[in-house]
C-alpha cells in the first residue's frame, strides 16, 4: 500500500542569471512548517465554443498559458540566503559592509530598481515525497519565482516566520535533492541577547524614543508585479514591478500612560497626522540583528486604549510607511555571513 508522511519534505532555491532558466544547484534551503507551501504551476485549457454539439469537442481542447503562484512561508533565520527573496521583492541588489564579522547587509525597500535583479529570478526545487520516497520519484522545481509580498511576523516564545506571496513562470519535475538545512540562529522571541535592543523606537528621526513593552510586532511588504503575456506564447514573459512599494504593519503594546493633556505618543501622532520615524529590531546572540528603519512613517489606527478586562492590557498601533528620500524602508541584517546570498 502507498502512502506517505510529511516528514523529508524540503524546499532549496538559488537565484538564476536569467529569469525563467533554471539555475543548477538549488542548494541553499528554507524551514517549511506544514502547510507552508503552496506553489502550483498552471496550465490554462482553451476550449473552443462550438453550438454543433451538447458537450465539447475533446479533440479541440488545447494548451493555453502556463504561469505558476503560490506561498512559501519558512521560519526566519539570522542568515541562510533568504534576504534572495526581499532582493528579489525589492528589485534592488543587497549591499554588504565589513571586511571581517559581523557584515551588515542593507536592502533599500522601495528605493529605485537597478538593472541586475530584474532581469534574474529564483529556481525553487520542493520536494514533497517524504522519507518513503521510491527511488523514481522526483521533486517539483519552479522556474522565474518573483515574490509580489512578504509579511513578517514576530511574536512572543515563539521563532519568527516570513511569509511570500510569489508568482513565476513554469514548473517540471526533476530529481529529488538532499536537503541541508542552513545553520544561522532563529529570529525568535525571547531574544539571546544579553541586552537587546529596543524592539520598537518611535518619534523625531534620529531621537526617537524607545518601547520595550512591546508584545507582537507584524510587518507587510507588498511590490506589485504586472504579468505579461504576450500573443504566440504559451510562456509568460518576466514580470515587471508596476505601481507602489506599500509598507504596512502593527505591534501590540502594554497600555502608555496619557498625562493630562496627551493621548500618548501613538494616539498624538494619529490625531494630529504627525510623520515620525520607526525603527524595529530584533536581536539575537552575538552579532545576528534584523532591523527596519523606516524615516517616515503615518500611524494609521485610533491608538485609543480600551480597556477589556481586569488583566493587564494592550493596544495595537497601526502604521503604514511614506517614501524617504531613497527609499521606503531600509533593512539591515547583521550576522556572520560575508555574503548576503549566493549567486546562482
Not at 107 to 120: E, H
Not at 250 to 271: L, P, V
Request: aromatic share 8%; proline share 3%; glycine share 10%.
Amino acid at each position: 500500500m502507498a502512502w506517505k508522511t510529511g516528514i523529508g519534505h524540503s524546499l532549496s532555491y538559488t537565484e538564476e542569471t536569467s529569469w525563467g532558466t533554471q539555475a543548477s544547484g538549488a542548494d541553499h534551503y528554507l524551514d517549511p512548517r506544514g502547510g507552508m507551501e503552496t506553489l502550483i504551476g498552471t496550465v490554462e485549457v482553451i476550449k473552443p465554443e462550438s453550438l454543433t454539439s451538447r458537450g465539447y469537442d475533446s479533440s479541440q481542447f488545447t494548451e493555453g498559458n502556463h504561469h505558476v503562484s503560490g506561498n512559501i512561508t519558512h521560519d526566519l533565520r539570522f542568515g541562510g540566503g533568504w534576504l534572495l527573496f526581499a532582493s528579489q521583492l525589492a528589485g534592488r541588489t543587497v549591499t554588504t559592509a565589513g571586511v571581517s564579522a559581523p557584515y551588515t547587509h542593507t536592502l533599500r525597500l522601495g528605493g529605485a530598481v537597478d538593472t541586475v535583479v530584474p532581469a534574474r529570478g529564483i529556481t525553487v526545487v520542493v520536494d514533497r515525497e517524504g522519507e518513503r520516497a521510491v527511488a523514481a520519484s522526483k521533486a517539483v522545481v519552479f522556474t522565474g519565482i518573483r515574490p509580489t509580498s512578504v509579511a513578517f511576523d514576530f511574536q512572543q516564545n515563539a521563532i519568527a516566520t516570513a511569509s511570500w506571496e510569489v508568482v513565476g513562470k513554469d514548473s517540471t519535475l526533476v530529481t529529488r535533492p538532499t536537503a541541508t538545512l542552513p545553520t544561522a540562529d532563529y529570529i525568535k522571541s525571547p531574544s539571546a541577547a544579553s541586552s537587546p535592543t529596543a524592539v520598537v523606537k518611535f518619534g523625531t528621526d534620529g531621537s526617537e524614543t524607545e518601547y520595550t513593552t512591546v508584545t507582537s510586532v507584524q510587518l507587510n511588504v507588498e511590490q506589485p508585479l504586472a504579468s505579461r503575456f504576450h500573443v504566440g506564447s504559451a510562456a509568460q514573459a518576466h514580470p515587471v514591478q508596476e505601481g507602489y512599494t506599500t509598507i504596512t504593519g502593527s505591534f501590540d503594546i502594554e497600555h502608555q500612560d496619557t498625562g493630562s493633556s496627551s493621548f500618548g505618543a501613538f494616539g498624538d501622532a494619529y490625531r494630529a497626522q504627525t510623520i515620525n520615524s520607526l525603527i524595529i529590531t530584533f536581536d539575537g546572540g552575538t552579532d545576528d540583528q534584523l532591523e527596519f528603519d523606516m524615516a517616515k512613517v503615518l500611524i494609521t489606527s485610533t491608538a485609543d486604549q480600551h480597556i477589556d478586562g481586569s488583566g493587564l492590557q494592550t493596544t495595537t498601533i497601526e502604521f503604514e510607511a511614506a517614501y524617504a528620500t531613497n527609499s521606503v524602508c531600509t533593512l539591515k541584517l547583521t550576522n556572520a555571513e560575508a555574503v548576503a546570498h549566493v549567486a546562482g
